[in-house]
């Protein structure tokens, strides 16, 4: 492994331990996601992008607090990932006892659950249109604990806070985020 892994390289490590479909579209949403803060930061993009791909890398396999990034850590540690990727990769999870203390870290747990919740916030539309998602309607079904139960709540409006941004402000730049590459995540509009 080079110094620092390439997008080939965390797509190829992505797709060795993940075929879920939506836990691959998750990770291409995280990335996007990533790679846009990171232009508005100042940050290295490339390196974001690779943090956001790889995040959840061993979820497929290992879907409990016990194990995922347990494992995923060990693995990315065993393959030369650099250290401090790997530490932002773990700070993910709160029960990982990582603190968030880089840019990076705190913008990947910021956009992590919401990239999910806008997801699911574009597959009820008609259209599937992640791009014609409404800050309004994503605050709502915020509220509406019904909705995307999965989604933690406390997380989404956390990670706005901690990263600094107003939570309707985050919604939209993460959802234009991810509109860039809406084809990818199969969320197009279903007339285009
Ligand atoms: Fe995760
Ligand atoms: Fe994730």
Do not use: C
């Not at 998750?26 to 943090?51: N, P, Q, T």
């Not at 909705?147 to 959802?175: C, M, P, S, T």
């Amino acid at each position: 492994m080079p110094e620092k892994p390439s997008r080939e390289d965390a797509w190829a490590l992505l797709t060795e331990f993940t075929d879920n479909p939506s836990l691959l579209k998750h990770g291409l949403g995280v990335e996007a996601a990533m790679r846009a803060y990171a232009r508005r930061f100042g940050e290295d993009e490339e390196s974001w992008g690779v943090i956001g791909l790889v995040h959840d890398f061993d979820y497929q396999q290992n879907p409990t607090i016990d194990a995922h990034l347990h494992v995923g850590t060990r693995i990315l540690a065993e393959r030369g990932w650099p250290a401090d990727w790997v530490r932002v990769i773990a700070s993910h999870a709160d029960y990982m006892g990582v603190p968030r203390d880089t840019p990076a870290a705190r913008t990947l747990f910021a956009v992590d659950e919401l990239v999910g919740f806008l997801t699911a916030a574009a597959l009820v539309r008609p259209d599937r249109s992640i791009a014609a998602v409404e800050v309004s309607s994503v605050k709502k079904k915020l509220k509406d604990k019904a909705f995307a139960r999965g989604v933690n709540r406390d997380d989404v409006r956390r990670g706005a806070e901690e990263l600094g941004v107003e939570l309707g402000e985050h919604v939209a730049f993460v959802r234009d985020a991810m509109a860039t590459i809406a084809d990818r995540l199969e969320l197009p509009p279903r007339d285009s």
